[in-house]
T-cell receptor, first 113, second 111 residues
Framework: ETGVTQSPTHLIKTRGQQVTLRCSSQSGHNTVSWYQQALGQGPQFIFQYYREEENGRGNFPPRFSGLQFPNYSSELNVNALELDDSALYLC????????????FGSGTRLTVV | EDQVTQSPEALRLQEGESSSLNCSYTVSGLRGLFWYRQDPGKGPEFLFTLYSAGEEKEKERLKATLTKKESFLHITAPKPEDSATYLCAAFYQTGANNLFFGTGTRLTVIP
């Protein structure tokens, strides 16, 4: 059974640029959630995808967008990067209908300069 | 607004010195409480899920307990390799935004 894999592991971007982060969900999981974790903080919910549709969204602006593919993998896109977007971005997969059971990837460390 | 609060923010223990971490929540419709361990620069690693008050789960030197409004993670005779940030998260039943994290307790175990 494979876990959740994220790529890339580290990324440095310039303010105003766009970035795409990728996530492969755990085998058997059909739901992907994305979280942003600033240094010293707990993860904050960005959005969740189920059956290739956005299933819910946290308090993040529209320049944060995503996709889910038929194989349940997912992308997080961030446009017009700001310095405050520097954080660890975490992907978590789960199986809808179960109580929790989120499996997290190791994250992508994004630095915006 | 639903909140999950962890205390203390940081904890330094001597190897072998037992202690407890606290997680209190004000989440209505709670369906479960999760504990995760997170090493620096890594994603959270699942430890326990607790579903009902009075429930306890154990794994090696860790034991998690749940009451109606808080959870405790007890660490017995910790070792340096237990040093990490411990996160709790409350899972509730409505909506997709259903996992609320605390800010974590950063544990350092000194040899």
């Amino acid at each position: 059974e494979t876990g959740v894999t994220q790529s890339p592991t580290h990324l440095i971007k310039t303010r105003g640029q766009q970035v795409t982060l990728r996530c492969s969900s755990q085998s058997g999981h059909n739901t992907v959630s994305w979280y942003q974790q600033a240094l010293g903080q707990g993860p904050q919910f960005i959005f969740q995808y189920y059956r290739e549709e956005e299933n819910g969204r946290g308090n993040f602006p529209p320049r944060f967008s995503g996709l889910q593919f038929p194989n349940y993998s997912s992308e997080l896109n961030v446009n017009a990067l700001e310095l405050d977007d520097s954080a660890l971005y975490l992907c978590a997969s789960s199986l809808t209908g179960t109580r929790g059971g989120y499996t997290f990837g190791s994250g992508t460390r994004l630095t915006v300069v | 607004e639903d909140q999950v609060t962890q205390s203390p923010e940081a904890l330094r223990l001597q190897e072998g010195e037992s202690s407890s971490l606290n997680c209190s929540y004000t989440v209505s419709g709670l369906r479960g409480l999760f504990w995760y361990r997170q090493d620096p620069g890594k994603g959270p690693e699942f430890l326990f899920t607790l579903y009902s008050a009075g429930e306890e789960k154990e794994k090696e030197r860790l034991k998690a307990t749940l009451t109606k409004k808080e959870s405790f993670l007890h660490i017995t005779a910790p070792k340096p390799e237990d040093s990490a940030t411990y996160l709790c998260a409350a899972f509730y039943q409505t909506g997709a935004n259903n996992l609320f994290f605390g800010t974590g307790t950063r544990l350092t175990v000194i040899p």
